[in-house]
């Protein structure tokens, strides 16, 4: 499944109703927040992530993608134990890097979603651990095999939710 580059005149921008662009956020957020603590196995999901990819993508604004990102960052950060900010700014740079990309790219085929959700997962694996080791001092220590299987079941994950989310896309 190839992405393959559109011109500005081929871009399908999306908006959402005020239930979805703040229900499908407060969910992510709900079940970041209490699946991790019954079943373990969610530790590896960042819903919240994906959301603001989804969103970020399908926009296709810079301004909206860092806003969303920013904002649902920091309610996951109210919800953490983490220095506040630290998730909202990692966010940020996901969700304007994901808008800018959606608008140069088509990505609404299973491939391209799958490969730039695997990029801005690791993305903002990244920036997280610079953030959190070199400004923060916090002690992290990460294992790439972790990383990597964390990136790829998010990926598998955000494949089948953007296709469900697609389902509340209108266009502009």
Do not use: C
């Not at 992405?3 to 499908?24: A, H, K, M």
């Not at 990029?119 to 990383?147: I, S």
């Amino acid at each position: 499944m190839p992405i393959t580059y559109t011109s500005n005149e081929q871009i399908e921008v999306y908006r959402f109703s005020i239930p979805v662009t703040i229900g499908v956020p407060i969910a992510a957020l709900f079940f970041q927040a209490f699946l991790p603590r019954h079943f373990p196995f969610f530790t590896y999901f960042d819903l919240p992530l994906l959301v603001v990819i989804f969103f970020a993508i399908a926009r296709r604004s810079q301004v909206t993608g860092l806003l969303t990102g920013a904002v649902i960052g920091l309610a996951q950060d109210a919800l953490t134990s983490q220095p506040i900010g630290l998730y909202s700014l990692t966010k940020t740079i996901v969700g304007y890097g994901a808008s800018s990309l959606g608008v140069k790219l088509d990505v609404e085929n299973a491939g391209a979603r799958f490969l730039v959700t695997l990029f801005f997962y690791l993305l903002h694996e990244v920036v997280y651990f610079t953030v959190a080791r070199g400004m923060l001092k916090m002690n992290m220590h990460y294992t790439w095999q972790h990383e990597l299987s964390s990136a790829v079941l998010n990926a598998v994950v955000a494949v089948a939710l953007f296709a469900v989310l697609d389902r509340f896309k209108q266009r502009t």
